[in-house]
């Protein structure tokens, strides 16, 4: 295919951005790939197989398993272990870490923290879901992984991405230098480069909160939302709202055409409902190679310090214009 560059091919281009590069964060990112592409053909087909639905059970968040959780875990876990470039896991779908000690990975430089399926509760109904990946260099010396290997500043990641799965399938990484979207092209089973160097507009028209909160919201939240619905047309408000329930989804239409998401704290989600590990940081590591902006309302996403696994943080990610003046009424309005 003239002119087309694949996933894998961009891979091995830019390998040489990286420090004493071997090859090894190329062929765990390949091996991602690979997983997204097995996972896209079962999410493209539920419906049809008994994948939809639950599970019966529920996970370490208290949230229903659906059947396609529990598939797309399973498909990144085995793709990372057989890969051998990754000695550990943290997944959304895992109380605890996976450890891998078989041997080909004992010694990998790398572990993972997965969402593999974001925004499940919309498998059901047909809308676009993602996968968030986020890779950390270990810090641990050798053997088995441990917690310290995860509980890294968001500031620290060695590479983050995501894949949607909606219209089209496209998966979003950065490893620092930029970040660059690939389409999977079925007819071919790869994923080829078809947004590089992708920048998000510094103010857009678009703010992304699910609004059915607004009574727990704080004042500043509150504030801001309502500066949104205000008539100025200076500022190209009131603003559209669109709200998938999908946070991969919302970010990425948010990263292409300009806007703000925002997760804050609620009643029932005091601390922010969104996990830092594998949403908030990746997320954020994107959101600012791309030049926009990822705060908690107040610091920055990528220096909050990580102290347990499945840590929540509010989140307002996206336009940078836009995040700096909803920190403003923060700011004004924080008791
Ligand atoms: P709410 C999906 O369950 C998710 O984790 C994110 O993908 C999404 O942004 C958020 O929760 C939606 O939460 O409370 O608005 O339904």
């Known amino acids: 295919m003239i002119g087309v560059v694949t996933l894998d091919e961009f891979i091995i281009q830019r390998q040489e951005e990286f420090q004493y590069a071997k090859g090894e964060l190329s062929r765990l990112l390949r091996d991602i790939g690979l997983a ?44 990372l272990k057989l890969g051998g470039e990754c000695c550990g896991i943290a997944s959304e779908e895992n109380e605890d870490l996976i450890i891998i000690q078989d041997e080909i990975s004992k010694d990998a430089k790398y572990v993972v923290a997965l969402d593999p399926l974001d925004g499940s509760s919309n498998i059901d109904v047909n809308v676009s879901v993602g996968t968030i990946f986020s890779i950390y260099r270990r810090v641990s010396s050798s053997g088995p ?45 790869e994923f080829c480069l078809s947004h590089p160097d992708m920048c998000i ?13 607004f009574i727990s919201f704080t004042e500043g939240v509150k ?23 999908s946070l991969v989804a919302d970010v990425h239409r948010n990263l292409i055409s300009g806007g ?57 990610i996206g336009s940078e214009e836009m995040v700096l003046k909803a920190e403003e009424f923060m700011k004004k309005y924080s008791s």
């Open 145 to 189: 992984c441990t917690l310290e290997d995860f509980l890294q500043k968001g500031s620290e990641q060695a590479a983050a991405g995501y894949i949607v799965y909606g219209s089209s399938t496209m998966l979003v990484y950065t490893t620092g230098f930029g970040v660059n979207g690939f389409t999977l092209d079925p007819s071919i089973g």
């Open 223 to 245: 504030e801001y939302v309502r500066y949104c619905k205000q008539e100025d047309k200076a500022t190209n408000r009131p603003y559209s709202l669109r709200y998938i329930g």
């Open 201 to 213: 507009p510094k103010a857009g028209k678009i703010y992304s909160i699910n609004q059915g909160n």
């Open 36 to 79: 997204a592409k097995i996972v896209n053909r079962e999410v493209n087909k539920a419906g049809l197989v008994d994948i939809l639905g639950t599970t019966g059970t529920t996970n370490v968040q208290g949230e229903d398993v659906k059947k396609l959780d529990v598939f797309a875990n399973k498909r990144f876990i085995a793709a």
């Open 260 to 316: 703000i998401f925002i997760y804050p704290a609620t009643k029932d989600a005091p601390r922010g409902k969104l996990r830092m590990l594998y949403e908030c940081n990746p997320m954020s590591f994107i959101a600012e190679q791309a030049g926009g902006r990822a705060t908690d309302g107040f610091r920055r996403i990528l220096d909050i310090e990580q102290k347990e696994l499945h840590q929540r943080t509010p989140i307002f």
